[in-house]
């Protein structure tokens, strides 16, 4: 399997998606198939503070940008943090 934190190229759209979702995957111990952009971590995963700064720290150096925890936490679901991170790598 492919290290989702491994840098990445220039990734946006879908496979900013792909990358997101395969390290939420990794961190929770479960597949990618089971996140989708609807999913809410908390309610759906139970997720902590502290996998959700692992998520944030792997996801920084995977796409190459910074993520403050604040970012991730107020994100909705997995589609409003793939949305914050899109809009952070087009600004970059």
């Known amino acids: ?13 879908p496979a900013l998606a792909d990358i997101v ?20 971590l908390e309610a759906d995963h139970g997720i902590d503070s502290l996998e959700l700064m692992a998520i944030g720290a792997q996801l920084e150096r995977a796409l190459g940008v910074q993520i403050a925890p604040e970012d991730l936490m107020r994100a909705e679901n997995v589609g409003h943090a793939i949305a914050l991170l899109t809009e952070r790598k087009a600004a970059r």
């Open 1 to 13: 399997m492919t290290d989702p934190a491994a840098p990445q190229g220039p990734a946006t759209g």
């Open 21 to 40: 979702r395969a390290t939420i995957a990794d961190v929770l111990g479960t597949t990618p198939d089971d996140i989708s952009d609807s999913t809410d």
